[in-house]
């Protein structure tokens, strides 16, 4: 992990989901699987992502169910801890430090309190040797624990994890490298080892891959690189051993399962189907073929109610007992190389780059999820070596994200270079782009930049392309010839050369009122509106690879970098060379929200990072060696909440977030301690409502809630402790949607299911006030009284109407405190009847 004061370099969104088996819980519920540095748990009915186990400062790489504790589950990583989690809330429990980098984890069910980790053997300082060691876990009631003390297991084991499994009763353990198989047994404290020739008679390759033990039987199953699958039994014995062959796969065997009750196993490759075979009965198979993408991982729930699979595309498939496909996690799809450059959606705030053949994958940095792809080819592709198919190699969006550009090309082997530029104009009904316009061969040879014009008011939508065919074209939107067409269309509107040369990049300024294209070592200055030439710049030697406007106030400059390791800065108002400096930029950028610009530079095997501003010597921001190889791909995207931080170092980071993505297809970030200490502390808060009912629960877990509470100022709290409505009683809300088995009795929550529905007003001052209210009403009521006794007692009182008093009918009467209790009834609330009556 690469840190510079309080700026880190870490893996956050887009990381890998199928590097190692995800793990099934036992109820099925949830799916958690490594990804960077944090464990994701899913929910394997709505694929939402439920909690980020973060805490890990290196890459995780496995996650493993307790097998004494259903509800958590361990978690090791390459920062040399173990971790426990309970993840239905999503806490850390505690952390084991082993002090050495984790590469995989194990356990077993008869071995409480122990875990087997794959660690680099300590002799070895190139770590390319591995051995299995046994970690006994310290009780302790610290959080972070020393677990230092290891004992080996096995030497010169896989790092792979798919080649060590635990056999019936955890009674031994199998380990596979190479063309060997190893099986320790626990009781004996004694090793068997099998091996295998490295061809056989057909030709096949009988290296190992894989290996998967039965739950009840002893037998063992591993895969082959030839497709092939081996059932090894009576392995107790060095030489009485016997094993059986299976054959479908025509590749590699990636991983090997069998079902908690034995009777399946299950098996994956290159194919992308998964293979059910019956035990003991071998010749009986069931398929579940098309699943997209090639097998890398197979993990089985405990129940044997879902079993998933992951693939070679970053996604995660759960099968509902090998029938049908329930669910697809599908993560940032990561291919060979990434054509295109990193663009954000400007409506989205989505990432997108190549993903699937042919396509445009659009994926949400702030969800970290996929939301959709957009097929740009529009032609079915085909897996076969060799064939040469359409590839999307350039995209460019405009400001407002109204249009989008792309590029693709076919190279076949004895017929010219095939261009197709496609425009596509997004639709605001199915929110996607649609296609607009194709226009087939728009250069006579390979396209190499191209970018929108920030269209205002008064100026149409304009895209600029360069071509190695020594011309730049400009296209642009007009409206319909006929009035019978559908709309607008893009069209050539001007086509500029400049002495024969050949232009390699184009760029805008910031107002649009300026176009750059550069010619090998001349940049030559354009206005859009005229297409008048401007001016030239030039600055010998090497020709110009990349150029870059300013933003905001740093609008009159324009960078670029040479082939000869040279970054130059032009100032337009003088046409003059600012500045220039001796850098190996591998890639440069502006900060579209700011005048912060990016520079990757190459030295020495690794990368470095200067931010900086042109009007400015001194660079804001600089760190070495970012990450190993080069960095070719890098987009700032827009925060949704600005971040708010005092340190000079880490402003340029309040705005925009940099992304970039490594020579291993790692998609990494730069992140702050402030940032990490928020997420950390927004992962471990454990959020419970002011308004629970009083139970022992809420004894338990809301009494820091009662010391916040107190610590608030009383007008504050008066209004916190204000009992809600009845039909938004959090109580009834928890009554209903908990479990039946950890309620208590219905006879202790009958009486507090009732207070919970009744209306208390429960501010002092609001009471008085009332009470206050109803004594003055009272005392106005028995003055009226008084004042009526006097007048009907006065003699010669004529009857009301004319009324005879034989005619009035004889009404009882109430004394003072019946009348005063009456009243008091009539004022009574009745209102949480309605309430009760609604739910």
């Given at each position: 992990?690469?840190?510079?004061?309080?700026?880190?370099?870490?893996?956050?969104?887009?990381?890998?989901?199928?590097?190692?088996?995800?793990?099934?819980?036992?109820?099925?519920?949830?799916?958690?699987?490594?990804?960077?540095?944090?464990?994701?748990?899913?929910?394997?009915?709505?694929?939402?992502?439920?909690?980020?186990?973060?805490?890990?400062?290196?890459?995780?790489?496995?996650?493993?169910?307790?097998?004494?504790?259903?509800?958590?589950?361990?978690?090791?990583?390459?920062?040399?801890?173990?971790?426990?989690?309970?993840?239905?809330?999503?806490?850390?429990?505690?952390?084991?430090?082993i002090g050495c980098p984790i590469y995989s984890i194990y356990a077993s069910a008869d071995h409480e309190g122990v875990i087997f980790i794959v660690i680099p053997m300590l002799s070895d300082k190139r770590s390319e040797l591995f051995q299995l060691a046994a970690v006994s876990l310290p009780q302790s009631g610290d959080q972070l624990v020393e677990a230092r003390e290891l004992s080996a297991v096995l030497s010169n084991v896989s790092s792979n994890p798919a080649a060590i499994a635990f056999g019936r009763g955890g009674e031994y353990i199998a380990s596979a490298k190479g063309l060997q198989l190893e099986v320790f047994f626990f009781k004996k404290q004694k090793s068997y080892k099998f091996f295998l020739k490295e061809d056989n008679k057909k030709g096949g390759l009988n290296t190992f891959t894989c290996v998967a033990c039965h739950p009840k039987n002893d037998c063992i199953a591993t895969g082959h690189e030839d497709g092939k699958i081996r059932l090894w039994r009576n392995f107790n014995q060095q030489k009485e051993y016997t094993y059986s062959t299976l054959h479908w796969h025509h590749n590699a065997v990636s991983s090997l399962r069998f079902t908690p009750e034995g009777t399946n196993l299950l098996s994956g490759g290159v194919e992308s189907v998964l293979v059910q075979w019956r035990y003991n009965q071998e010749s009986q198979r069931d398929f579940l073929p098309r699943l997209g993408a090639a097998i890398t991982h197979i993990a089985v729930s405990p129940d044997g109610a879902l079993f998933c699979t992951s693939h070679s595309d970053n996604k995660i498939t759960i099968i509902q007992s090998c029938v049908k496909v329930s669910a697809v996690l599908q993560g940032l799809v990561k291919g060979e190389s990434v054509r295109t450059d990193l663009m954000v959606d400007p409506r989205s705030k989505a990432l997108v780059l190549n993903g699937k053949p042919g396509h445009l994958q659009f994926y949400s940095l702030q969800r970290d999820k996929l939301l959709y792809n957009l097929d740009i080819v529009q032609q079915e592709y085909i897996h076969e070596l060799g064939l040469e198919q359409f590839e999307v190699v350039k995209a460019a969006f405009d400001a407002s994200g109204t249009w989008l550009a792309t590029v693709e090309e076919r190279k076949q082997k004895s017929a010219e270079l095939e261009i197709n530029l496609k425009l596509w104009a997004f639709d605001e009904q199915t929110q996607s782009f649609v296609l607009n316009t194709t226009i087939s061969a728009p250069h006579e040879a390979r396209i190499t930049a191209m970018c929108f014009r920030q269209a205002t008011d008064s100026q149409t939508t304009m895209l600029v392309s360069t071509s190695t065919d020594g011309h730049f074209k400009a296209w642009q939107l007009v409206a319909p010839a006929h009035t019978e067409d559908e709309g607008p269309s893009w069209s050539c509107d001007f086509v500029g050369t400049y002495r024969g040369l050949v232009p390699k990049c184009c760029c805008f300024s910031a107002d649009s009122s300026l176009l750059a294209v550069s010619f090998q070592e001349v940049v030559t200055v354009w206005s859009p509106t005229s297409w008048e030439l401007l001016t030239t710049l030039s600055q010998p030697p090497g020709a110009i690879r990349d150029l870059c406007f300013g933003r905001l106030s740093c609008s009159k400059y324009l960078l670029g970098f040479t082939t000869k390791d040279l970054l130059c800065c032009w100032n337009l108002l003088t046409c003059s060379l600012e500045w220039s400096t001796s850098m190996d930029i591998s890639l440069l950028l502006a900060d579209p929200l700011s005048e912060n610009m990016a520079a990757f530079c190459c030295q020495a095997g690794c990368t470095d990072l200067f931010v900086f501003k042109p009007s400015e010597p001194r660079p804001l921001f600089s760190q070495k060696a970012v990450c190993s190889g080069t960095v070719t791909r890098a987009v700032f995207a827009p925060r949704e909440k600005m971040l708010e931080s005092c340190e000079e170092s880490s402003q340029w980071l309040n705005r925009s977030q940099l992304h970039f993505l490594t020579q291993h297809m790692d998609l990494m970030t730069f992140t702050t301690k402030a940032e990490d200490d928020r997420l950390m502390a927004s992962s471990k808060q454990l959020v419970i409502d002011d308004s629970v009912a009083m139970t022992?629960?809420?004894?338990?877990?809301?009494?820091?809630?009662?010391?916040?509470?107190?610590?608030?100022?009383?007008?504050?709290?008066?209004?916190?402790?204000?009992?809600?409505?009845?039909?938004?009683?959090?109580?009834?809300?928890?009554?209903?949607?908990?479990?039946?088995?950890?309620?208590?009795?219905?006879?202790?929550?009958?009486?507090?299911?009732?207070?919970?529905?009744?209306?208390?007003?429960?501010?002092?001052?609001?009471?008085n006030k009332n009470a206050e209210e109803e004594m003055e009403s009272e005392k106005e009521e028995e003055d009226s009284e008084e004042e009526m006794e006097a007048s009907t007692s006065r003699p010669g009182q004529a009857t009301v109407s004319g009324q005879s008093a034989e005619c009035a009918a004889p009404t009882p009467a109430l004394s003072k405190a019946q009348a005063r209790e009456l009243r008091r009834v009539k004022k009574l609330d009745r209102s949480w009847l309605a309430g009760l009556l609604d739910f």
């Open positions: 992990m690469v840190e510079h004061g309080d700026i880190r370099v870490v893996h956050r969104g887009g990381s890998k989901i199928d590097f190692r088996e995800p793990a099934i819980t036992n109820d099925s519920r949830f799916l958690l699987c490594a990804s960077g540095e944090c464990v994701k748990v899913f929910s394997t009915s709505t694929e939402e992502c439920i909690h980020d186990l973060r805490g890990h400062t290196d890459l995780v790489t496995g996650v493993l169910l307790r097998p004494s504790n259903h509800l958590q589950v361990y978690s090791c990583s390459v920062d040399g801890t173990v971790r426990l989690w309970d993840f239905t809330d999503g806490i850390l429990i505690k952390t084991y430090v022992p629960f809420y004894l338990l877990l809301g009494k820091h809630r009662h010391q916040q509470q107190e610590s608030q100022d009383p007008v504050s709290s008066l209004s916190a402790e204000r009992t809600p409505l009845p039909q938004g009683s959090v109580a009834v809300k928890e009554l209903l949607q908990s479990p039946a088995h950890v309620l208590p009795s219905t006879s202790f929550l009958c009486s507090m299911f009732v207070q919970s529905l009744l209306i208390s007003i429960t501010d002092p001052r609001e009471a």
